[in-house]
């Protein structure tokens, strides 16, 4: 019985950002549990390189999308064509983010209107145009990506705290308008991960420190630990769970 619950076999997943980083290892922990995929990239070579990799490894079926998530026309027009030639998700995972970090009084407008566009305006340009037909079906999981900073603030990530702020609220309200199609709608926020996006930070001896004095795990976490959140809330064991941010962070947000 519970092995079931958490099958994704003959599923459909969409994952935006899959082609590399956090993106790329939650698409193959979603293969790896059965689902086929729509890999999401703006590289074609590398979003077709990986596609090829990622169904070589898995048995599974995986389609490919290319968009810029912060275009809402393009990102519609591109999303149709998934729609009409592959299928409708029964899993969307909104991933695709950026950082900018400076000081909130150094912070420049191109800046701050990057982040929002790509990690909060962009969760509804892609959502919107699966949601509707997710609803028509009757049933849908959509997980938004945040982080622990949609909790706890930290100095010099202003615009990322906003908008990662923003998606969890966003899931909320999301979950509020389409729980009653069956669709749900959650968070998972990572703490903090030996990302691509966190580089300098952890190439930084006293940031290094810092995350494992503040994390009470004592250290960075791997990308491969969010998946098992990640297959819960995509799968039919969450199907009463809506609007809920899962901090997967060593315990960071549960300490002073
Ligand atoms: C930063 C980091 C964080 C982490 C993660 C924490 O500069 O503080 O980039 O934002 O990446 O989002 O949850």
């Given at each position: ?147 622990v ?42 703490g ?55 901090f997967?962070d060593g315990?960071m947000?549960?300490?002073?």
């Open positions: 019985m519970s092995a079931k619950l958490f099958d994704l076999s003959g599923r459909l997943a969409l994952v935006t950002g899959s082609s590399r980083g956090l993106g790329n290892t939650l698409a193959r922990g979603l293969a790896a549990a059965g689902a086929d995929l729509v890999l999401h990239g703006r590289d074609a070579d590398r979003v077709r390189r990986e596609a090829a990799a990622i169904a070589g490894d898995y048995g599974v079926k995986v389609s490919t999308t290319l968009f810029d998530v912060t275009d809402r026309d393009g990102a519609a027009r591109a999303l149709d064509g998934v729609l009409d030639t592959v299928g409708v998700p029964d899993i969307l995972v909104n991933n695709a983010g950026i950082q900018s970090r400076a000081p909130f009084n150094e912070i420049e407008a191109k800046n701050w209107d990057a982040v929002l566009a790509t990690n909060l305006s962009s969760v509804f340009y892609v959502s919107q145009p699966i949601t509707r037909r997710m609803a028509e079906r009757g049933s849908g999981k959509v997980v938004n990506i945040g982080s900073v949609t909790l706890l603030a930290r100095q010099t990530v202003v615009p990322y705290t906003a908008a990662k702020g923003g998606v969890a609220m966003l899931s909320k309200g999301m979950a509020a308008d389409l729980a009653r199609f069956n669709v749900q709608v959650n968070t998972i926020s990572p903090y991960f030996a990302s691509e996006m966190n580089t300098a930070l952890i190439n930084d001896p006293e940031f290094d420190a810092w995350v494992k004095a503040r994390t009470p795990a004592q250290r960075w976490g791997d990308f491969e630990e969010l998946v098992g959140a990640l297959i819960f809330l995509a799968s039919d064991a969450s199907s009463f769970v809506s609007g809920q941010n899962i997967v315990g947000t549960s300490v002073v």
